[in-house]
C-alpha cells in the first residue's frame, strides 16, 4: 500500500511563489519516478513536471523556467517549487509516483489534491 500527502497549496498573487510537497509512504522507493500533474476547471488532467530515478526532469513548455521539480530521497517526499505564478496556473495539482525509477505515460500512484489559486 503507497499513501502520497500532498501539501502547500494555497491563495497567492499573481507574480507570488509556492512550493508543494508530497509525502510518500508504504512500499515505494524515494528514487522511484515522480511527478506533478494539474487539471483546471474543465479542462483534462496535464502533465506538469516528472523526475525519474536518475534526477532527469522534464517540464509541460508551460512552466519551463518558473517551475522545478525535486525530491529529498531521504524523506521520501517530492516537491515542485512554483515561480512567477500566473492566474493560468490555477488548477488542482496532484502528486504521482511510480513503482520504478523509469516514468511512463500512466503513473501508479496518485495523491487527493491540493489546491492553487492564482489571482490577478
Known amino acids: 500500500q503507497v499513501r502520497l500527502v500532498e501539501s502547500g497549496g494555497g491563495l497567492v498573487q499573481a507574480g507570488g511563489s509556492l512550493r508543494l510537497s508530497c509525502a510518500a509512504s508504504?512500499?515505494?522507493?524515494?528514487?522511484?519516478?515522480g511527478g506533478w500533474y494539474r487539471q483546471a476547471p474543465g479542462k483534462e488532467r496535464e502533465l506538469v513536471a516528472v523526475?525519474?530515478?536518475?534526477?532527469?526532469?522534464y517540464y509541460a513548455d508551460s512552466v519551463k523556467g518558473r517551475f522545478t521539480i525535486s525530491r529529498d530521497n531521504v524523506k521520501n517526499t517530492l516537491y515542485l517549487q512554483m515561480n512567477s505564478l500566473k492566474p493560468e496556473d490555477t488548477a488542482m495539482y496532484y502528486c504521482?509516483?511510480?513503482?520504478?525509477?523509469?516514468?511512463?505515460?500512466?503513473?501508479?500512484?496518485w495523491g487527493q489534491g491540493t489546491q492553487v489559486t492564482v489571482s490577478s
Open positions: 504521482a509516483r511510480w513503482r520504478s525509477v523509469v516514468v511512463t505515460t500512466t503513473p501508479d500512484y
Open positions: 508504504g512500499s515505494i522507493f524515494s528514487i522511484n519516478g
Open positions: 523526475i525519474d530515478g536518475g534526477g532527469g526532469t
